[in-house]
C-alpha cells in the first residue's frame, strides 16, 4: 500500500467509522455515544458484576466486536502475531488510570469526537487536555522512554484475548440470567445485540487495516509532521458531525445534534477536570503507544500487552464505580479528582523509572 | 538503496537514528509503513550503499530494503 492509497483508506474508514457510530445512536445506543472504548468497556464490567452501578451494567457487543474484527482481519492477512512481555504489568497500570481518566471526562478520545460531531463544547476542553497529554508523553519518548521489548509467544497466549471474547459472547447469547442488565440509565439504552457485534466487527477489521488511533494521530503529527493518522480522526468527526445534522433535520425532537455547553447527554460542564481527565488520558496512552481502541484492535492480532491493557481498563472502570471515582452528569466527584492527580503522578513516575540509558562502555 | 529499520520502542529508533548521524548515513525517524507492518511505532529510513554499513542495535526488530513493488525483509529478530 503505497502513502496515499494509505490516506484514502484511513479517510474512507474514518468516514464509514463515523457513520456506524451515528446509526448506532440513532438504533438505540445513549446519544453522542455510538461508540465509546472506556463507556463501554465500564459498562462491560458492570454486567460482569465487577461493579455495582445499576445503570452502566452491559457486555457491550460491540468491545466483543472490535476484539473479533481484528482477530480475524489479522488472521486473514496473516498479520496475526502473539506477543507480548514488555513491561505487561506497567501497562495493566497505564490501562487502569487511562481509564480513570476517561471516566473523569465522561468517553474515551473515541466519544470525545464523537462529542464534538454532537456539538457538546465541552469535549472541546477535554481536546485540549487529550493535546496538552501526548504532548507530554512525546516530551518523555524524545528523553528515551522505553517499556522495552516485546517477545514471541505461543498462539494460544496470543488467542487469549479473542478467546475471552468469545466466551462474554456465549454469556450474552447463552446464559444473560447470570449476568447483570441496565433498565435504567446508558447501559440500558443499546442498539440490538446483533447490529452491535456486527458495528463492531466492522469498526474492529477497519482499525486494524489503517492502524486507526486516536492518539497516534496527533503524537505524529507532532512527532513528524505525519497527518495520515489524523485525517482518520477528522473523518470520523466530519462524517459523524453530517449524519447527526441529517438525523436531527428528519426527527428535530430527538436532537442528535446540539451546539452547546449545557444539558449535554452523558456529559458535565467542569471545563477544568474535562480538560485534566483527558490530559491523563492522553499521556498514559502515549506511554502505552496507542489508545483504548488501538489496546483491544492489538489485543485482537494477538499482542498480550494490549490485553493486560485491556484488562487494566476493565479494571479502572470497577474501581472508578465501587469507590466514586467516576463523574456523572452532576459533576466530577472530590474522590475523582484526587484519583486523576495520584494518576497523572504515577503516570510521571512510570515515565521516569522508564527512561532508557543507553550501557557506556570502557 | 533505502532501507527501512523497524524497532520495539521509539527510544530505539532514536538511538539507531543517532548511531546514523554518528556514521553519517542519512536516516530520518518516521511512522512504519503500513505496507511493512501492523504495529504503529517509529522507524529510521536511511540511505546506504550495503546493507552492512548500518549499525545493529539489540532494540532493532527488523530492517527491509525498499523495492519498487514494496519491502524485502533483511533481516529480522522477532
Redesign the interface.
Known amino acids: 500500500?503505497?502513502?496515499s492509497r494509505?490516506k484514502l483508506w484511513i479517510i474512507l474508514a474514518g468516514a464509514v467509522i463515523g457513520v456506524i457510530a451515528s446509526a448506532l445512536v440513532l438504533l438505540g445506543n445513549p446519544k453522542n455515544m455510538g461508540f465509546c472504548i472506556a463507556c463501554f468497556i465500564r459498562d462491560t464490567a458492570g454486567g460482569l458484576k465487577l461493579h455495582s452501578a445499576g445503570v452502566v451494567q452491559y457486555i457491550r457487543p460491540e468491545i466483543i466486536g472490535i476484539i473479533l474484527g481484528s482477530f480475524l482481519l489479522?488472521l486473514t492477512?496473516k498479520?496475526f502475531?502473539p506477543?507480548g512481555g514488555?513491561s505487561p504489568m506497567t501497562r495493566l497500570v497505564l490501562g487502569f488510570f487511562v481509564m480513570i481518566g476517561c471516566l473523569m471526562f465522561l468517553g474515551c478520545p473515541f466519544r470525545m469526537i464523537l462529542r464534538l460531531a454532537g456539538g457538546d463544547l465541552n469535549a472541546l476542553l477535554g481536546l485540549v487536555g487529550f493535546a496538552a497529554g501526548i504532548v507530554c508523553g512525546i516530551f518523555y519518548?524524545?528523553r528515551?522512554?522505553?517499556?522495552?521489548?516485546?517477545y514471541?509467544l505461543p498462539a494460544s497466549e496470543g488467542a487469549a484475548m479473542p478467546a475471552v471474547a468469545v466466551v462474554l459472547l456465549i454469556l450474552l447469547l447463552a446464559f444473560p440470567s447470570l449476568l447483570a442488565f441496565s433498565e435504567s440509565g446508558p447501559g440500558s439504552m443499546r442498539a440490538a445485540l446483533w447490529i452491535s457485534l456486527l458495528a463492531g466487527l466492522i469498526v474492529g477489521g477497519l482499525a486494524?487495516y489503517?492502524?486507526l488511533?486516536m492518539v497516534?494521530g496527533i503524537r505524529?503529527a507532532i512527532?513528524?509532521r505525519?497527518f495520515?493518522?489524523l485525517f482518520g480522526f477528522i473523518a470520523i468527526f466530519a462524517s459523524a458531525l453530517i449524519m447527526n445534522l441529517v438525523f436531527t433535520a428528519v426527527k428535530p425532537d430527538a436532537a442528535y445534534f446540539s451546539l452547546g455547553f449545557e444539558g449535554q447527554p452523558v456529559a458535565h460542564m467542569d471545563g477544568v477536570w474535562n480538560a485534566l481527565g483527558m490530559l491523563l488520558t492522553g499521556f498514559a496512552c502515549v506511554l502505552l503507544?496507542?489508545c483504548p481502541l488501538?489496546q483491544l484492535v492489538l489485543a485482537g492480532?494477538g499482542n498480550s500487552d494490549s490485553a493486560l491493557t485491556v484488562v487494566g481498563l476493565l479494571l479502572g472502570a470497577a474501581f472508578a464505580h465501587n469507590f466514586g471515582l467516576a463523574s456523572s452528569a452532576a459533576g466530577p466527584t472530590d474522590a475523582g479528582k484526587i484519583a486523576v492527580i495520584i494518576g497523572i503522578v504515577v503516570v510521571i513516575l512510570i515515565g521516569e523509572c522508564n527512561i532508557?540509558r543507553?550501557k557506556k562502555k570502557g | 538503496m533505502i532501507y527501512i529499520a523497524t524497532f520495539f520502542s521509539h527510544y530505539g529508533a532514536m538511538h539507531c537514528k543517532k548511531l546514523c548521524d554518528t556514521a553519517g548515513i542519512s536516516a530520518r525517524m518516521m511512522p512504519v509503513p503500513r505496507a511493512l507492518s501492523s504495529s504503529c511505532g517509529t522507524c529510521v529510513r536511511m540511505e546506504a550503499d550495503r546493507e552492512d554499513l548500518l549499525p545493529r542495535t539489540e532494540e532493532m526488530e527488523q530492517i527491509a530494503l525498499e523495492t519498487e513493488t514494496g519491502y524485502q525483509i533483511l533481516f529480522s529478530n522477532f
Open positions: 500500500m503505497n502513502k494509505e489479522s492477512r498479520e502475531s506477543r514488555s519518548l524524545k528515551g522512554y522505553s517499556l522495552k521489548r516485546t514471541r486494524q489503517t492502524r488511533c497516534g505524529d512527532l513528524f505525519e495520515k493518522l503507544g496507542g488501538r492480532e532508557a543507553n
